[in-house]
């Protein structure tokens, strides 16, 4: 295999945007793929919806979903640039996007027609809704899917109110999700000679993440309650000290009762509320605000020794801006200073996921739009003279 | 291919409990790999942990991270067991474990001892936090990532005060991570022939999910703002109807004005606060505001009828009972009524993807503690007085 991972040698062409395709091809990429990611002359709207960058179409979350990717931008309006996209499907072992499906046929970027010219090829839709039911080609945001997969419900089970979480969340998990599928049919094609056709749809993902902790006693009884009440309780966040928050679990008997001694509480142990796992889930509140009332007197860092020497699961809380000063993420590798070529110095994630038998992890950072588009024409075949009748023309004029 | 799935034929020895680990075996099984799930002799945790069942160890939290598995439970406490162990290890295709590095390795599982037996075996320990930095081998609990990764903080940026997302969170999407290196592996041996050890860390996982989208500005700036305020957005919420709440996403200009036109405001398209992509991004709390209180004095059903009528994505919010009720689910096969064996009567989910190749999605429910226990050490290779002479012993008599 070589060093860069276990994807080396894979080709995708990625024609995804904003953050469910770009989560999916990042996981790709940081395996070792070569990602051909196909941008719209204007590019990905990520690049300008992002949050500021020293360049105006360079966002930083477009940096961080976008490392170790060629970027090459094409009309596929024009007949000249859907003849591009053809010969890029001809070298291609994966094609990823999220365009809808009515879009996908007018441009003629179906599995019929293009397994017919590569038949090998794995082609990946991420769908809002799958084909099956009748939500069917309707438009998805991340909200929408947030909405009606019932994870902002669950956050009103907690919050008086549903909320959407802070995060592009479902295109994001769902992207993982697909990075999944298309390695398993990348797997599959090595045993059968054949690609196939995936649809990931975001809302039945979603319900699958939803429904899978939360359809509990009413999976058995139509009248029974959902939700699980141990991650739904109004006590289930970190613990205030006198100077932070600290995470603390303590599940088993032995956790929980060294947590007893060590708030100078171990008469706790003998409390018929608390002296099993049963009857602390049964008195999962009392419990709780037991945990919250205890730590407010020491500081995080005093009570973080003290559990690391009682072997209680505990970390500090971070804040965002602590989290990029964490000496563990720094050691490990997975935050990193680097410069990127336009944007300047910057921090940079690295792979989280170790391979035994991959090389070190040296993505090359997001490109700008259209960068690596002679690269990408001569990997295709194309000649000199080609490439340059065709910049400038169909293809986005690469900048410098 | 086999009609069952891409990963038909893929032997996955399954030594993960609660629910990080059946996570990620939960998507290796749906897609046809043989998980065999070897529990110890009181089980997997979550069989109690995940809410009342039938059963008192049938949790429907269990049900379904762990439909499509068998089960063997086995003593590992004794040489007995261990030597069980070693010889479906021969078997396997993968091994993986969210057991830490101090159990593993008291255990012998190793992978120079595993890998030394079977070198084409794909190793993968789901870890709290990497082996490269200073909290290898710390405990790790879902809760924990959550306040260590910056989720419960980004939360808190919008509540007020840190809190944990009413979910598994940390652990179901590692766990999908994890899914797809052991997945990239697999892929990676069939060409090289060869197997390799896999570390997937919760803690920098996460910390992955987290600052791909919130470093933001201070990627590029040591004293720049975190958070991408878009999604921090306190009005980021459902938007209350007159009987209930509907999840609207009007983000290009033809969906606004398309959304200004339906609340009967179509003045606002000429606003300069509203006019373009970019004005709304600056005005995001102006924005958010207006759609809040334009909607409530029509029903649900109304606006969404109205907002389909005007191509403008939006779609009801579902609670979880509403959920489970959702035509678009049950027509899709996704929510299915089942039979379980032993819980009777039960709501069981499909698998979410969809993949060509593959023949419908047909799992068996989840296996009582023990419940294979014969037909796994059949296909290991033991004789039927082998069987009977470890079953009772090291092996767990299956019930039954």
Redesign the interface.
Known sequence: ?SAK?????VKVLDLTAVVVGP?CT??LAE?GADVVKLEPPEGDLLR???????SPDMS??F???NRGKRSIAVDLKSAAGLAVLARLVDQADVLVTNMRSGALERLGIT?EALSARNPRLVFCIIAG??K????HD?????????????F????G???G????????LCD??TG??????I??????R???G?G??????M???M??????????????DPEGP???P???NPD???IPTSDG?????A?TDAQAFAFFDAIGRPELRDDPRFNS??AR?RNVDAYFKLRAEALSTRSTAEWAAEFRRR?I????????????E?????????LRRENHPT?????G?GR???????GPDELPLAPRLGADARSVLADAGYTEAEIAALIGGAVLAPPG
């Open positions: 295999m991972g276990p994807l080396s040698g989560s990042l996981t395996q300008k919806l992002g949050g500021p960058a020293p930083p979350k940096i961080h979903f599995w809704f799958g099956r039911g009748r939500y309707s438009p998805a945001y991340d909200t929408i899917v947030q909405g009606a997969s019932g902002a419900a669950a956050l089970r907690v919050l109110e549903p909320r959407f979480a802070p995060f592009v994001h998990i993982i999700i697909a990075s999944q599928a390695t398993a049919a990348l797997y599959a090595e045993r059968s054949e196939q056709a995936i649809e990931v749809p809302f039945e993902s319900a699958h993440f939803v429904l899978t902790e939360h359809m509990f006693r009413r999976t058995f959902t939700g699980d141990r991650v739904m289930a966040k970190p928050y600290i995470a603390v679990s599940n796992v049963g889930f072997e699961p505990a970390m500090p809380y971070n804040t965002i801006e602590g989290l990029l964490d000496p563990h993420l720094w050691e490990a590798g997975f944007e300047g110095p910057m921090i994630l989280p996921v170790t391979f035994s038998a991959a």
